[in-house]
């Protein structure tokens, strides 16, 4: 290791950084050598998560001590390299990643053998490589980096997305692959490539004051860039580019909660933050009042995926919508601009990853102990299965932003920092997105826990799914609470990020 000073700040080069990335990439490989072995396979799958979360966990105590961790891997062109980086809030995003991986490993062993699918080694070495791209992107010291690394999440996960390789899986891959290779290619490396011929550079700065962009930039171009890249980065899930979303449900549920939890939408949603925060920078944000219009068009997302959500009986798309909606929150609390406002957006990248998680974990456990997909088919079913439903429930109540549970903590700081913005109309988004939460998470627990079994539909033969899957989405949700009594572990690297 060696210490440097760049910039008034103290970097720290470290090859964890790169161990980092190798331990999934190594893990997949092994995966897929594995294949005629199915226990060896998903050892490596646990193994693989576990060193991953290992190694992660060490970065923990410099990051929080205000130190920058660092690794140039190698230069392609001047101004453009392959660099990563661990700070504040890389951190958030790393952990979350690494450490819900160990929870979808044991879940989708559980899944993948109880519904006897098939090509379980390729969905396991592509759950691997997926999770290689999130770190990838979550450590990147540069535009060029994370792009590179938001590329490998999209091709990686196709063949995840269209696993069933039947007419539905391909139509909702197709949409998956159009909209986020098209997006990227069409916004983001224009952006990206404008941004370099600017200012000769994509490394992101260490702070959120000043992006890379200068004050003499004109405007109207910085204004054109910043819509490039809130569009770009499509995985963020903000209307009118979130159709992909709902699309990629048809594949399975571990997928799902990939998509949704671990790493493809938090992708999106932590690119669109680092841009805004470290690419243009609050004082560029602020100047040209590029905050609060910003906060209103993703409310507009948030009301709507709400209503939507209403609609849908298909509880993984009940979810999906959800996702749609709870994506905006974090991108909302950015782009407010306040303390309170980024404490309440940048934590709820972790906030709603474990309750998220939660939920898909139990649509996965209902569907493979009874075949069900629809919630008004789940009557009374909570009697034969406590344990989800009573996780599914939590859950929900996170999303909603009861306490004590962790989004109860989301809502707090975005509420308290659109008082100190004064923006009664965000206010307004905030409570109308809140009673239409229990609008669409309520009557799934009610029919759940005190509904009636349809006529000829005994309990008998209903029980839970296989502890492989209870247990993680118990593990999931327990940690939801945890993170809503202790906040603070989260909230120091939010600290660490706002200064």
């Not at 980092?20 to 050598?33: D, E, H, K, N, T």
């Not at 891997?73 to 392959?82: D, E, H, Y």
């Amino acid at each position: 290791m060696e210490i440097v000073k760049a910039a008034n700040v103290e970097l720290l080069t470290t090859t964890k950084l790169v161990w980092a990335l190798i331990v999934p990439l190594l893990g997949s490989f092994l995966v897929s050598l594995s294949g005629k072995k199915p226990n060896l396979r998903e050892s490596w799958s646990i193994i693989s998560a576990v060193i991953l979360f290992s190694i992660v966990l060490t970065m923990v105590s410099p990051v929080l001590a205000g130190q920058t961790l660092y690794y140039q891997l190698f230069q392609i062109l001047p101004g453009i390299t392959v660099t990563l980086r661990a700070d504040g809030l890389s951190m958030i995003f790393a952990l979350v990643a690494s450490s819900l991986w160990i929870a979808a490993a044991f879940y989708s062993m559980g899944y993948m053998r109880g519904l006897h699918e098939h090509a379980q080694t390729r969905f396991n070495t592509c759950f691997a490589i997926a999770i290689f791209g999130a770190i990838g992107v979550a450590f990147s010291d540069n535009l060029f980096t994370m792009y590179l690394f938001y590329e490998i999440v999209s091709v990686c996960t196709y063949p995840l997305v269209a696993h069933h390789q039947d007419e539905e899986a391909y139509e909702g891959a197709k949409k998956y692959i159009v909209y986020l290779t098209t997006t990227a290619k069409g916004f983001l490396l224009p952006a990206m490539a404008l941004i370099y011929v600017l200012t000769g550079t994509l490394d992101f700065p260490h702070n959120i004051q000043t992006g890379m962009l200068s004050g003499g930039t004109d405007s109207a171009l910085v204004i054109m860039l910043f819509i490039f890249c809130l569009f770009g980065f499509a995985k963020n899930g903000v209307m009118p580019f979130h159709h992909w979303l709902p699309g990629a449900m048809v594949a399975p549920t571990p997928v799902s909660a990939l998509l949704h939890a671990v790493a493809v939408v938090k992708v999106g949603v932590f690119c669109t933050a680092r841009m805004m925060l470290y690419g243009f920078g609050v004082d560029i944000m602020t100047k040209l009042n590029l905050g609060i219009p910003t906060a209103y068009f993703v409310g507009f997302t948030i009301v709507m995926a709400s209503v939507i959500a209403l609609t849908k009986d298909n509880l993984k798309a009940r979810l999906a919508y959800s996702t749609v909606s709870q994506l905006s929150y974090i991108i909302l609390g950015v782009c407010l601009l306040t303390p309170h406002g980024l404490a309440g957006g940048l934590v709820h990248i972790a906030n709603h990853a474990f309750s998220k998680i939660t939920l898909f974990f139990c649509a996965g456990a209902i569907y493979v102990a009874t075949h069900k997909k629809n919630i008004s088919e789940m009557s009374g079913l909570a009697k034969s299965m406590p344990f989800t439903f009573g996780a599914f429930a939590i859950a929900s109540l996170s999303m909603i932003g009861a306490p004590p549970v962790a989004g109860f903590v989301t809502k707090w700081e975005l509420l308290v920092g659109t008082i100190e913005s004064g923006s009664l109309g965000i206010l307004l988004v905030l409570l109308a997105s809140t009673l239409l939460n229990v609008g669409y998470f309520a009557p799934v627990a009610y029919k759940a826990f005190f509904g009636k079994r349809p006529p000829g539909e005994p309990y008998e033969g209903i029980k839970e799914a296989p502890l492989s899957m209870v247990i993680p989405l118990c593990t999931a949700s327990l940690i939801s609470v945890i993170i809503g009594i202790y906040p603070n572990f989260f909230m120091s690297f939010v600290k660490a990020v706002t200064g």
